[in-house]
């Protein structure tokens, strides 16, 4: 299923076969939340921009249409017209992040609706029947994000309840791929390493998970609060004891120089809502560096937001319009500017590929970790 073409140092080169296509890794997951990239993307804007996989959010397409709509409509992909590979996250970090409103329990989680307050329940087999009836790709494990930082004492038991979560994953997954009633009978699951800050709490529940015999693994519960040495330290410690023939994913981490440094220490999998989201601001990530497209010296710049981009944006449109766009309060400055965000992430992608490939990639780390986050 995953089979690393070349390695350059940590960095690996590799494909994934799924399903619904074959992913090339490192791979930068497009986040579509409610099966839809904020910013009026569509699935063949994806597609002229270079995404690979869409990820989407289990617990909100739970509260709206509702996964059983979902289902009765052919599942995610025909739902929304999309025929490569979707990744669904399980809804632990939305959980993690309605902290005030949830009480955490050995079965699961109880929480209140964030759109009318209603209560509801998720614990592990219910966020697998929720993703089958979704019919992803890629299930992600239902865990518990603990904030950064958290007692030790609760970070353990909050990590050892994760992995007993895990089992009961696999075992209702197992389960639903064997109903007629079920969708995508080949859909995947990934376990989820968590441990806060704790390197022994971290490699505890990384050899434990290992031991189950997943299709891929992720390092959750970082970019929540902890420091980029931090991070960086938790992947040292904690990669050596994942599988090697298995893609590794950190969730929620983006940045285009974490990125390239997460890649240096061997992770294959990317997602994070930056791209999109920062996009619908005007800030823009370009080869040299960040630009705010609101600033005033772009007013009547007729350059396009990179001229070395080969994105649709950059191909029809200057900063001055853009800023126009965006001044007038236009919808259209925000498709725009996603789109460039999008394209230029993936394609950052692609570069990556390439250094490792052709054995570069200290050189390619070198010259861009830092020029790709100075601010022109």
Not at 266 to 284: E, L, P, Q, T
Request: aromatic letters at 10%.
């Amino acid at each position: 299923m995953f089979k690393i073409l070349h390695t350059n140092g940590k960095a690996r080169r590799g494909e994934f076969r799924t399903v619904h296509g074959v992913v090339q890794t490192p791979v930068f997951q497009n986040v579509g939340t409610l099966a839809a990239i904020k910013g009026a993307v569509s699935t063949n804007d994806l597609k002229e921009v270079g995404c690979q996989i869409e990820l989407s959010n289990t617990y909100h397409l739970h509260l709206r249409p509702g996964d059983e709509i979902v289902h009765k409509m052919g599942g995610l992909h025909r739902f929304m017209n999309w025929d490569r590979p979707i990744l669904t996250d399980s809804g632990g970090f939305q959980v993690f992040s309605l902290a005030g409103l949830r009480k955490i329990t050995e079965e699961g989680v109880s929480f209140s609706s964030h759109i009318d307050g209603h209560r509801i329940f998720m614990g592990p087999e219910e966020s697998m029947q929720i993703q089958s009836n979704l019919a992803s790709t890629i299930a992600m494990a239902f865990d518990e994000c603990v904030e950064n930082p958290s007692p030790y004492e609760y970070v353990k038991n909050s990590a050892e309840r994760t992995y007993r979560w895990l089992v009961r994953c696999k075992e209702e997954m197992t389960r639903l791929n064997k109903l007629d009633r079920t969708i995508n009978k080949k859909q995947l699951l990934f376990g989820i390493n968590q441990g806060g800050v704790f390197d022994d709490v971290r490699i505890d529940n990384m050899k434990k998970i290992a031991k189950l015999d997943l299709p891929g693994y992720a390092i959750g519960g970082l970019a929540v609060g902890e420091t980029h040495e931090e991070m960086y330290h938790i992947l040292d410690i904690v990669l050596p004891y994942a599988p090697e023939d298995r893609p590794r994913y950190l969730m929620g981490v983006g940045t285009p120089s974490n990125i390239i440094e997460s890649v240096a220490r061997g992770i294959d999998f990317f997602d994070c809502v930056m791209a999109s989201r920062n996009a619908r601001h005007g800030f823009i990530f370009t080869r040299n560096g960040t630009m705010n497209m609101m600033n005033q010296k772009y007013e009547t710049d007729s350059l396009p937001i990179d001229p070395e981009c080969g994105c649709p944006t950059c191909r029809s449109y200057s900063r001055a319009y853009i800023r126009h766009l965006f001044k007038a309060k236009e919808m259209l400055a925000m498709r725009l500017c996603v789109l460039h965000n999008l394209y230029f992430f993936n394609h950052l992608m692609e570069d990556i590929r390439a250094a490792i490939e052709e054995d570069r990639f200290e050189r390619f780390r070198a010259d861009n970790v830092i020029k790709l986050a100075k601010r022109i």
